[in-house]
């Protein structure tokens, strides 16, 4: 599958970047290419590890220093370069199961949006309903690292106007038409710490987040 995995991080997430990279290197399908954008790292020694361990998985891996200027402006790094027909952006602290591209590649021709399952602890979640129209009802269909024509991206990248990227990012492919199609078995780990972004959230960024989302689907007004 012609596929770049892209990842930006900073902070205390450069721990989570050797096992990242190991779950990359693992594939029973390689990407075409990797890419990491260093917004800024606490600890430079693991990004190195994580380009030592793509490299000896003879994958092509690039990696780019950026400002960190907000959460949709360093997810769009990763990808600013790159040159294959698809994209992912797989987060530093989340993991691939070994047959995640394997997987990808197989429902990638009825697709422009890919919508993974994921196991999180020892539960198991899938999206059998993932569609364009789920995305545009405003119903969780998407992860946050579902693959995506790069195409539709070049049109609509992540906006950088606050923080809640994901959904609202799918819900701007949607608005393109992208076709959604999920997985029907789980393809990666989610990473579940104290330090994850989401945990954060005040009560009313969450409720502003949901009032946005559901803007979003009735009309597109964000651009990046």
């Not at 990242?20 to 290197?25: D, G, M, R």
């Not at 919508?115 to 946050?144: C, K, M, Y």
């Not at 009560?203 to 689907?217: F, G, L, N, V």
């Amino acid at each position: 599958m012609d596929i770049t995995i892209g990842t930006s991080v900073w902070g205390v997430y450069d721990q989570f970047l050797p096992a990242w990279a190991e779950s990359i290197a693992e594939q029973t399908v390689k990407p075409a290419a990797v890419s990491i954008a260093d917004a800024g790292v606490d600890n430079p020694e693991y990004l190195e590890q994580a380009r030592e361990i793509i490299e000896a998985a003879d994958i092509p891996v690039t990696v780019s220093t950026i400002p960190f200027t907000g959460v949709g402006a360093a997810r769009n790094a990763p990808f600013h370069n790159a040159t294959t027909e698809w994209g992912m952006h797989l987060d530093a602290d989340d993991t691939l199961l070994p047959n995640c591209i394997e997987v990808y590649a197989s429902i990638a021709d009825q697709a422009d949006v890919i919508a993974p399952g994921e196991i999180r602890g020892n539960n198991i979640t899938l999206f059998p309903h993932a569609s364009r129209d789920a995305v545009l009802q405003a119903r969780h269909s998407v992860l946050s690292c579902g693959a995506f024509r790069l195409r539709f991206w070049r049109r609509r990248p992540w906006q950088t106007k606050n923080p809640w990227v994901d959904t609202v990012f799918w819900i701007g492919l949607a608005h393109l038409g992208a076709r959604i199609v999920p997985t029907t078995v789980p393809v990666y780990r989610r990473g579940d710490h104290d330090n994850n972004l989401t945990r954060t959230w005040t009560d009313a960024e969450r409720i502003k987040a949901r009032r946005q989302i559901r803007e979003q689907t009735k009309r597109w007004t964000l651009h990046p």
